[in-house]
Nanobody, 123 residues
């Protein structure tokens, strides 16, 4: 059974940085496209970033472009989200998700999810 476990969330002031990690169990990590999504209170879960199987293609929501960087380490079965210049609007529970092969932006296309990690940015 595949499990995704996020870590690295916390509370920071605006302008600060956090690095989220998502460890994926199982032997097929290198076959997964991986995504990060977030959900703020009262809002729907939204796409943040995604990375292709090989790591050569990355995608970002306009709201985080230039501030967040997604990466993956296939040797460690881990995907990362480096978040810089954080804003209060970035406050949310962040989820990692996995799907086989191709990257998409739709959360409905991702069958595998972690439990989420809270990120709180204060002004």
């Amino acid at each position: 059974q595949v499990q995704l476990v996020e870590s690295g969330g916390g509370s920071v002031q605006a302008g600060g940085s956090l690095r989220l990690s998502c460890a994926v169990s199982g032997r097929t990590f290198s076959s997964y496209a991986l995504g990060w999504f977030r959900q703020a209170p009262g809002n729907e879960r939204e796409f943040v970033s995604a990375i292709s199987v090989g790591g050569g293609n990355t995608h970002y929501a306009d709201s985080v472009k230039g501030r967040f960087t997604i990466s993956r380490d296939n040797a460690k079965n881990t995907v990362y989200l480096q978040m810089n210049s954080l804003k209060p609007d970035d406050t949310a529970v962040y989820y990692c998700a996995a799907r086989w092969y191709s990257v998409t932006y739709s959360l409905n296309d991702y069958p595998l999810w972690g439990q989420g990690t809270q990120v709180t940015v204060s002004s």
